[in-house]
């Protein structure tokens, strides 16, 4: 059973920066190299979306929204997929949720205040 723990988030003013990190247990360096892994996001009466992805091959994919502000990346000998957030708003205020194939993490709360 594949276990992640997110970290990272916080309060922050608008224009800065957090970086989330999401580590894996359970699973070898080896295996955890062939998953996708992302982040997802759900703020208050909102649902859930999809923020960035980055493939087993490295490959990456974001949101609209976030392009050019938002960096997915990963160390697969940490097991660890992190989310470089600069430039950040007030509109990307939400519990973020890290996701290993079909696993989820339990999510770590931004707020950028105005």
């Known amino acids: 059973q594949v276990q992640l723990v997110e970290s990272g988030g916080g309060l922050v003013e608008a224009g800065g920066s957090l970086r989330l990190s999401c580590v894996a247990s359970?699973?070898?360096?080896?295996?955890?190299?062939?998953?996708?892994s992302g982040w997802y996001r759900q703020a208050p009466g909102k649902q859930r979306e999809l923020v960035a992805r980055?493939?087993?091959?490295?490959?990456?994919n974001y949101h609209d929204s976030v392009k050019g502000r938002f960096t997915i990346s990963r160390d697969n000998a940490k097991r660890t997929v992190y989310l470089q957030m600069n430039s950040l708003k007030p509109d990307d205020t939400a519990a973020y949720y890290c996701?290993?194939?079909?696993?989820w993490g339990q999510g770590t709360q931004v707020t950028v205040s105005s």
């Open positions: 980055i493939e087993g091959s490295g490959s990456t």
């Open positions: 359970g699973v070898t360096s080896g295996i955890y190299a062939f998953y996708a």
């Open positions: 996701v290993v194939s079909r696993w």
